[in-house]
């Protein structure tokens, strides 16, 4: 069963970049599909924040596109987000997830605030 | 910049059937886009329903299905029970490897 962890600081400073991981376990990052993350503001919508491959092809959402970095390490089968210059807008539960054309396995999700 | 559009809030009564849409604001939603829905109800992750269309995930109930009706993907709810209130998402998948979701229609059983 595959299984998605995401993990890293719950409350980020405005100005400052967000890093998250996702641990990813039962299935090798190194065997293909896409890896990527996904967010929720509080009562509002689901938002996809871009996707990567183990060989490190991305694809980003436009509108995020200039502030977003994801990353792999296939050695520790896990992936990460890093979000820049983050204000309060950004605050939201993050979801990682296995991409395909669709959305198979997602993580629990983790809450980060932003705020000084 | 693509916007996929849902029902904001759609209401069925138990044991009822609902349809809700997921459209394109400009041009048609085809298998092409590979359209899935997703199911969230609060505090949880997204649970996927349907994929590719009309793809019911593993253990999904056969009351949910998934279609093409017109220019708009399709998520169909027979026989509707108290615990499907939730919200419902749809998702396209672009020629362009980009995913967008749509706002999420939230359902009311009632």
């Known amino acids: 069963q595959v299984q998605l962890q995401e993990s890293g600081p719950g409350l980020v400073k405005p100005s400052e970049t967000l890093s998250l991981t996702c641990g990813v376990s039962?299935?090798?990052?190194?065997?293909?599909?896409?890896w990527g993350w996904i967010r929720q503001p509080p009562g509002k919508g689901l938002e996809w924040i871009g996707s990567?491959?183990?060989?490190?092809?991305?694809y980003y959402n436009p509108s995020l596109k200039s502030r977003v970095t994801i990353s792999v390490d296939t050695s520790k089968n896990q992936f990460s987000l890093k979000l820049s210059s983050v204000t309060a807008a950004d605050t939201a539960v993050y979801y990682c997830?296995?991409?395909?054309?669709?959305?198979?396995?997602w993580g629990q999700g983790t809450l980060v605030t932003v705020s000084s | 910049q693509t916007v996929v559009t849902q029902e904001p809030s759609f209401s069925v009564s138990p044991g009822g059937t609902v349809t809700l849409t997921c459209g394109l604001s400009?041009?048609?939603?085809?298998?092409?886009?590979?359209p899935s829905w997703y199911q969230q109800t609060p505090g949880q992750a997204p649970r996927t329903l349907i994929y590719?269309?009309?793809t019911r995930s593993s253990g999904v109930p056969d009351r949910f299905s998934g279609s093409i009706l017109g220019n708009k993907a399709a998520l169909t709810i027979t026989g509707a029970q108290a615990d499907d209130e939730s919200d419902y998402y749809c998702v396209l998948y672009m020629t362009s490897g980009i995913s967008v979701f749509g706002g999420g229609t939230k359902l009311t059983v009632l």
């Open positions: 997830a296995r991409r395909q054309y669709y959305f198979d396995y």
């Open positions: 039962g299935y090798s990052i190194s065997s293909g599909y896409y």
């Open positions: 400009s041009g048609s939603v085809s298998t092409s886009y590979y």
């Open positions: 590719n269309t009309n």
């Open positions: 990567i491959y183990h060989s490190g092809n991305t």
